[in-house]
């Protein structure tokens, strides 16, 4: 019997359109014989619809218009009729939303970012008893926020990048007060970071006062804490791991990108100018350390199914300092966590469904 799977894409984050890529790389390779695809998409709105149009109008947005219209004018009620609170056994017995005639077996929700790889729908999945592809909510709530993420790999003796933290509330009446204190604490350049985001969105590189405040306006536009890192001169280095209780770590890749540092435009836009180089060109005790610590980093933080660690090596002292973990990293054919997994001897075919397998096993362990 195949087993039907929901590809939740799309979402609320300011990484919708990376989602749609990586979904639409998903459900092409995804084993036909052995799945029922049920597309998923969730609008910029929140609005969630089924969807059984082309996979090539995913990637352009034009999805939305050519939804299930039943949940496009009901869109108040499209969470709960798309994913039936309540157990198995009841939606075996017909209780089926409208708009879904098969019962969903398990979720890959191919999310980035808020609302999707933080915890949230995490969360909304748990109270309706199905089992998803990933991170729990708690492991993937630290992961997401890059100041709890640190504290526990700093907890684990992990090497992180140091760093003060910003509040918004307080920016209007004490950016003085901050300034004073980073520029104590750091010399310039320095990274501002809104706490909670991916693809590099809301990330600056200060250079000078006047970049300084502008930072921290904008990284605030995104979220209500902001992170400030002293600068590292460094090579980029991840490494990919999959896993529930047993994880495996993947051969580290580096990434070279187009621009001054890694920013949503080198990551999507120069079509290829980005290099990333798998497995990675640095002596074979330092790719096992990092390997290492990312296992060390994936087992602290209690994440399951798939995870990218990212770290920094410093170019002149050789350090390795952990950067983040990335609980839903960026799954199409080109993307770095599938590439270090073909390198390491799973393809990408095969990754999907090794994922949807280790959430199937997780959930089974809970019962
Ligand atoms: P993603 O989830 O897409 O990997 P992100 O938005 O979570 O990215 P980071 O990985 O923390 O953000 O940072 C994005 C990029 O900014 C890094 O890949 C790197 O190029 C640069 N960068 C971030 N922090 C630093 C730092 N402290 N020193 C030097 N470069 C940095
Ligand atoms: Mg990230
Ligand atoms: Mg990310
Ligand atoms: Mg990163």
Known sequence: KKVNVGIIFGGKSAEHEVSLMSATSIIR????????????????????????????????????????????DKPKENVFSIIPIGKKENQMQGVVPPGLEKKIDVVFPVLHGPYGEDGTIQGLLEMADIPYVGAEVLSSAMCMDKVYAKKMFELEGLNVVEYF????????????????IIEEQFSYPVFIKPVNLGSSVGITKARSRDELIQGLNEAAKHDRKILIEKNINCREIECGVLGNDNPKASVVGEIVPSNEFYDYKAKYFDDGKSKLIIPAGIPKDKSDEIRKMALTAYKALGCAGLARVDFFLEKETNEVYINE???????????????????????????????????????????
């Open 325 to 367: 973990i990335n609980t839903m990293p960026g799954f199409t054919k080109y993307s770095m966590y599938p590439l270090l997994w073909q390198e390491t001897g799973v393809s990408y075919n095969e990754l999907v469904d090794k994922l949807i397998q280790l959430a199937l096993e997780r959930y089974k362990g809970k019962k």
């Open 29 to 72: 390779a995804i084993d036909k014989e052995k799945y029922n695809v049920i597309p998923i998409g969730i609008t910029k709105e929140g609005n969630w619809m089924i969807y059984n149009g082309p996979i090539e109008k995913i990637e352009n947005g034009e999805w939305e218009g050519i939804s299930n219209k039943l949940l496009h």
């Open 165 to 180: 933290v910003a509040l918004r509330h307080k920016l209007k009446t004490h950016m003085d007060d901050y300034v004073k």
